[in-house]
């Protein structure tokens, strides 16, 4: 239980919080203090922030649900849970986006599949903020909803939003289904580089010899350039097609981390 000089000093950063915020001013001090009352986590707090929640200032709300997304996290374990998402809840559908964004971030964190699921259609908003944050949070939901939802995110117009959501397509979901495999493979010739190779890394994570020729060929595009994510789908699948161009990438590159040549060694020893 914190004293009353450490309670009138949280209170006195959420004051401070509120200032910079209506500013938009020093963002990397803004989390800073958002960070120390996450691992204070004292009740106090959460009856601010729950207040806040109501609050006729919208950055009030916005900071309030970047309180509570991670208020008195440890080990996985969130004491306020409950009251967090109830309070969050009503946030989702907030006439201000960055309330709704925070909303959506802070209901990921605590993987709220009660409160995110139900406004599942925040997926198809115009902003491409809340798509993103959508994208973000539901990569973090194991639910068939969650991956359709993906699924279609990572079609989206944005290149973030769609970098994310094949993101947690292929890395951060575990799922073999022929509805995952065609939407990464309809991001193999992706404009945006990243996005890109999120797909063919998830492609090779479940073992997809058809993607093959497809990372031979990113591999040899900029051997000065490597992606890293194209280097760890070259692990995934181990195929003796990577040899000539890893090794090509070691001299143009180098091989900072010995990574790549772990990866010839290992192919060349099967």
């Known amino acids: 239980m914190a004293d009353s000089k450490q309670t009138a000093e949280e209170i006195s950063a959420i004051s401070r919080l509120v200032s910079l915020r209506r500013t938009d001013n020093n963002q990397d001090e803004q989390w800073d203090i958002i960070r120390r009352l996450h691992k204070s986590g004292e009740a106090h707090i959460l009856k601010r922030c729950l207040a806040m929640c109501k609050s006729g200032e919208a950055v009030e ?73 959508m994208a973000r949070c539901l990569s973090l939901l194991d639910s068939p909803k969650a991956r359709r939802a993906l699924i279609k995110l990572s079609a989206d117009d944005d290149p973030d939003v769609r970098n994310w959501a094949t993101f947690g397509l292929g890395t951060q979901c575990d799922n073999n289904t022929k509805e995952i495999r065609a939407a990464l493979f309809a991001r193999i010739d992706d404009s945006d580089e990243e996005t890109r190779n999120e797909a063919i890394l998830g492609l090779a994570r479940r073992k997809i010899p058809d993607v093959i020729p497809i990372l031979v060929r990113e591999l040899e595009t900029d051997p000065d350039n490597p992606s890293p994510l194209a280097i760890e789908a070259a692990h995934e699948l181990l195929a003796k097609e990577f040899l000539t161009p890893l090794q090509k990438i070691m001299e143009a590159h180098g091989d900072p981390n010995g990574a790549i040549k772990d990866t010839i060694n290992t192919i060349k020893s099967q």
Do not use: C, T, Y
């Open 61 to 133: 709300r916005e900071i309030a649900a970047d309180i509570l997304g991670q208020l008195g996290w440890r080990d996985g374990e969130f004491p306020f849970r409950e009251k967090s998402i109830e309070a969050l809840f009503p946030l989702l559908k907030d006439k201000n986006e960055k309330v709704v964004d925070a909303a959506i971030a802070a209901l990921g964190h605590m993987r709220a599949s009660e409160a995110i699921l139900p406004n599942i259609n925040l997926a198809r908003h115009s902003s491409d903020l809340i798509r993103f944050s």
